[in-house]
């Protein structure tokens, strides 16, 4: 470790150690990748940092983009379109054809169905394809597997789909993709979510539930109308997600009637790679020979005419943080992905790597993630740990001197919806004294005599989860447990039912959609996000009186007492009046079609969660994001296209290619 950085900060700041000394390797992220619902972020598996990157400033302008895009053939602009209508494609270079990619994953994927698993970004954003994608740095989005959407009034949109989009030759024979296969595949979630386990959130499918009153109509084989149940102002954006996906009928494997079936295998979809060996150390993917050829004229896509570059892809399955690390820095892996500014600036001018940087949207994705059941009943203990948490030492040790204070919107992607530093930094007040006082006249020893947190076993180390727990034992005198697990264990234990949670807080990230405020920080406090799944007591089936917690409930360890949907569904109530009053604001700001009264919505809205101190406190955020690659790969555009799925970014590429 660079003793530049830490030990700066001890000689200034305190006298006596905050965080334990280690590696450098921001874990600020490792959460990230148990919410990111397969959204965008594609850089959170060896690398610890996952949140994601980001640039120019959606607006309401990105939503009038996708009409323009119905009127125009998909075609809305970008920096790369021919000055005029004379101009020519430059022709292609053939000679960056070739070569295999391979990566490092920190654990063997949950799954293959991508309508319930989020833990492997390689396979899925690689293996099927998307409507569309959204490129934050040019504020516009690009058509995939739709050619051009139109957004007809609030609840009804539009999707006229690309001709020659066809599945794998292992799946329905590799025939063309029609808009009835998009309407089984997009009306599957709601149904892996209740039955299935999923972790994609519905905040994504919500919309076009079936079960709440939405229907779709497909008037011809290239058509796709959906009648939304609600006006959601984010849809188009939630498309650029890489969880919303077109799956193959035929794949679908029923368990009982009426069941819409899980995808059975590994091959069902129609993008650029189909798998080739799945074993229990090593996944390889292969081009999909039937993959389209796409239009020259789409500027910004990133696609190239026929396939992607490079031929072949593969993941080496490597459960220890350090091996990873090491096996990039010796030159075997051509992408590690997200690294804080002290990692960076150690491994800058290294010979395998080269570092990619771009301005840090992510504010608010990292944050603390306190056990609700636990804490939800002692809001004055809650408010003495935020009092506990050295803000202004965070930025300076874990995030090298450079960040920010953050929100439940990123002020840097959003900051017309944000609130300002000065209104964060009234509610992030660092009180070590006060934080003491307030703890024990509210029995915090005797109510906490310790705390226990879980932290990944995939990374090298974990200095910002140290750096909290030494904040809250210096400040209010409790002993922090750190509690390494495995990456399937990791997110059981985050994600579990509400009376089943083992630790008291925890790191978390939520792969933050750049593109939305409604997914971004904001989903970590919602009940529709995941405000009711790491705190888990707001609804769900969770049928609680006030306080929140009613152990007694036979549906308390049950998350609904029911596997099956209508019990599930049935059992969907918000039962707090807090709950009730963020989803509230939540489901006003996501109606909203004029962009002031939804940014006046969305800061009451932060205000008064931040008001609350329960349960989840956003970590400050560096200004810059840093993405190591391989000093052979080539073509990944910089942060904050170059690791956003929902941009293209690495895993959905076509232009990157390999050097030697």
């Not at 000394?21 to 959170?44: E, F, M, Q, V």
């Not at 494997?253 to 798998?275: R, T």
């Not at 997200?338 to 990292?366: C, L, R, Y």
Request: proline letters at 7%; one cysteine or more.
């Amino acid at each position: 470790m660079k003793e530049g950085y830490w030990g700066k900060y001890w000689r200034r700041r305190v006298s006596r150690r905050r965080v334990l000394a280690g590696g450098a390797t921001l874990a600020a992220g490792s959460a990230a990748i148990l919410a990111g619902c397969g959204d965008d972020d594609d850089d959170d598996d060896t690398g610890p940092d996952t949140a994601t990157g980001g640039g120019a400033t959606p607006t309401a302008a990105a939503e009038a983009t996708a009409t323009q895009a119905a009127d125009t053939g998909g075609d809305t602009g970008g920096e790369d379109q021919a000055a005029d209508s004379g101009s020519q494609p430059e022709p292609e270079d053939r000679s960056r054809y070739g070569g295999r990619l391979s990566y490092t994953y920190p654990a063997y994927p949950t799954g293959f169905d991508p309508s319930i698993t989020i833990t492997f970004p390689f396979g899925m954003s690689t293996s099927y394809s998307q409507m569309m994608a959204f490129s934050i740095e040019n504020d516009e989005f690009y058509p995939d597997a739709a050619q051009s959407w139109e957004q007809v009034d609030q609840e009804t949109l539009v999707f006229n789909l690309r001709e020659g989009v066809r599945f794998n030759p292992e799946a329905s024979d590799g025939r063309e993709v029609t808009s009835e296969d998009w309407y089984i595949s997009l009306r599957r979630y709601p149904d892996s979510r209740a039955n299935r386990g999923s972790n994609v959130n519905e905040l994504f499918f919500s919309f076009m539930d079936e079960g709440q009153g939405a229907t779709f109509d497909t008037p011809d084989d290239l058509t796709l109308r959906i009648n939304q149940n609600k006006p959601f102002a984010s849809n188009t954006r939630a498309f650029a997600a890489a969880s919303l996906v077109v799956v193959s009928p035929e794949r679908l494997a029923a368990e009982e009637s009426g069941d819409l079936g899980q995808v059975s295998g590994i091959n069902a979809g129609s993008g650029p790679y189909m798998f080739d060996e799945v074993g229990e150390t090593r996944i390889s993917m292969k081009r999909n020979p039937n993959y389209y050829e796409h239009p020259e004229d789409i500027p910004g896509t990133r696609f190239n005419r026929d396939f992607p570059y490079i031929d072949s892809m593969e993941t080496v399955i490597i459960t220890d943080g350090a091996a990873n690390q090491a096996r990039f820095l010796a030159g075997d892996a051509d992408y590690y992905g997200g690294v804080d500014k002290i990692t960076a600036d150690q491994w800058e001018g290294q010979p395998n790597v080269n570092i990619q940087k771009g301005p840090a949207i992510d504010d608010g994705s990292i944050m603390i993630q306190l056990a609700a059941a636990k804490w939800t009943p002692y809001p004055e203990l809650s408010r003495a740990l935020s009092m506990a948490m050295d803000w202004d030492g965070y930025i300076d040790v874990v995030l090298g001197g450079e960040g920010r204070r953050s929100a439940p919107v990123s002020p840097t992607a959003f900051p017309n919806y944000a609130l300002t530093q000065e209104e964060i930094k009234s509610y992030q007040v660092y009180d070590p004294q006060g934080a003491r006082q307030l703890w024990e006249a509210n029995n915090g020893p005797e109510i906490f005599p310790e705390l226990d947190t879980t932290v990944p076993a995939w990374v090298a180390d974990y200095p910002n989860t140290q750096f909290i727990g030494q904040s809250f034992e210096d400040s209010l005198g409790v002993k922090v447990n750190y509690n390494p697990l495995e990456l399937a264990t990791f997110i059981a234990s985050a994600n579990g039912p509400t009376g089943t949670k083992d630790w008291h807080f925890f790191i978390a990230g939520n792969n933050a959609v750049a593109t939305m405020p409604d997914w971004n920080a904001l989903v970590a406090y919602t009940p529709d996000g995941y405000g009711a799944i790491w705190g888990g007591n707001w609804y769900k089936g969770v049928n609680i009186s006030d306080p929140w917690v009613n152990p007694e409930n036979p549906n308390y360890a049950e998350n609904g007492g029911s596997e099956k949907g209508e019990a599930v569904r049935a059992a969907l109530e918000i039962t707090h009046p807090y709950a009730r009053e963020l989803q509230d604001y939540a489901d006003r700001q996501a109606a909203a079609s004029d962009d002031e009264e939804r940014a006046q919505i969305l800061k009451e809205l932060q205000h008064r969660i931040f008001s609350r101190y329960c349960c989840t406190f956003p970590l400050p955020t560096p200004l810059t994001k840093y993405v190591a690659v391989g000093s052979r790969l080539k073509g990944l555009a910089n942060p904050p296209d170059g690791d956003q799925t929902a941009a293209f970014g690495m895993w959905r590429a076509h232009d990157i290619w390999l050097e030697g």
